[in-house]
């Protein structure tokens, strides 16, 4: 599933059904794209072993730009850091 905003940045976020840490990081993730443009990617890992086996019980994931820069849990200031380009 991808939504488009502006494609300054890719967000690919990595989750899966049913993960309780991936809805509340998913909704920092949705705020933070009211104020900063950026295109986001969401995956299911459960549709691909291969990621399964990459990121299993590790999620959720979020890569800027194909760099993984959170894991488990989204830090807001963080994340807006990094997508303003302050934060590299």
Same mark, same amino acid.
């Not at 794209?33 to 950026?38: A, G, K, L, Y």
């Not at 691909?48 to 959170?70: K, M, N, R």
């Given at each position: 599933? =991808?939504?488009?905003?502006? $494609?300054?940045?890719?967000?690919?976020? *990595?989750?899966?059904?049913?993960?309780?840490? @991936?809805e509340?990081a998913?909704?920092?993730?949705?705020?933070?794209?009211?104020?900063?443009?950026?295109?986001?990617?969401? =995956?299911?890992?459960?549709? $691909?072993?291969?990621?399964?086996?990459? *990121?299993?019980?590790?999620?959720?994931?979020? @890569?800027?730009?194909?760099?993984?820069?959170?894991?488990?849990?989204?830090?807001e200031?963080?994340?807006?850091?990094?997508?303003?380009?302050?934060?590299?």
């Amino acid at each position: 599933m =991808t939504f488009e905003r502006n $494609s300054e940045k890719n967000v690919t976020f *990595y989750t899966k059904p049913g993960c309780s840490l @991936c809805e509340k990081a998913m909704v920092i993730v949705n705020r933070v794209m009211e104020d900063i443009p950026f295109h986001l990617e969401v =995956t299911d890992i459960t549709r $691909s072993p291969a990621l399964i086996q990459e *990121y299993g019980l590790h999620i959720p994931v979020v @890569c800027i730009d194909g760099v993984e820069v959170f894991r488990f849990h989204v830090d807001e200031a963080k994340f807006r850091s990094r997508l303003s380009g302050a934060g590299k």
